[in-house]
Structure formats: C-alpha cells, structure tokens
C-alpha cells in the first residue's frame, strides 16, 4: 500500500504563484513516475504534469512555461512550482503514483484545492 499525502493548495490572484507537495509512504516498488492531475467541475480529470525516478518529465501543453514539476527521490516527494496560475488553473489537484509491476494499480492522493480569483 501507499499513501500519498498533498499540501499547498490555497486561493491565489492571477498571475501569482503556488506549490504544491506530495509525500509518498509505504512500499515504493514498482513506482516509478509520479505526477500531479487536476480536476475542474463539470470536467474530467487531466494529467497536468509527471516526473520519472530519473527527473523525466512530462507536461500537459496548457501549463509549459508556468508549471515545473520536481521530485526528491530520497523523500518519497513530487513538488508542483506554478508560476503565472491562470483563473483556468483553478481546479482540485490531486498527487498520483502508478505501481506498473504485474497489474497497475494507481494511488491517489486526497486532493488539495487551487483557486485562481481576483
């Protein structure tokens, strides 16, 4: 089992910046990306961006230039930096770790949420 556990989330103006963190407990084998989804409502769940075990990294196109996503593997962490949020950046971001040996099964964490408003 795994528990992903996330902080960061709030209420930002546009344009400003946040980050978002998610810690990883339990057995590890057999993950080897790690990433972050968002959820708007009345929308479906979207990758927003993922990092491998060895800092490959992978963005949806609507968040390139703002977002960075990091991880520190010695912690179990996966940090989102984003930069120049949007009102459209709004939306329920949850952390998500994909055990890929033998079936895959995804872990999610409990979701923090990101508010874009003046």
């Known amino acids: 089992q795994v528990q992903l556990v996330e902080s960061g989330g709030g209420l930002v103006q546009p344009g400003g910046s946040l980050r978002l963190s998610c810690t990883a407990s339990g057995s590890m084998f057999g993950i080897n990306e790690m990433g972050w989804y968002r959820q708007a409502p009345g929308k479906q769940r979207e990758l927003v961006a993922a990092?491998?075990?060895?800092?490959?990294?992978n963005y949806a196109d609507s968040v390139k230039g703002r977002f960075t996503i990091s991880r520190d593997n010695a912690k179990n962490t996966v940090y989102l930096q984003m930069d120049t949020l949007k009102p459209d950046d709004t939306a329920v971001y949850y952390c998500n770790a994909p055990k890929t040996v033998g079936v895959r099964r995804d872990y999610w964490g409990q979701g923090t949420q990101v508010t874009v408003s003046s």
């Open positions: 990092i491998t075990r060895g800092g490959t990294t």
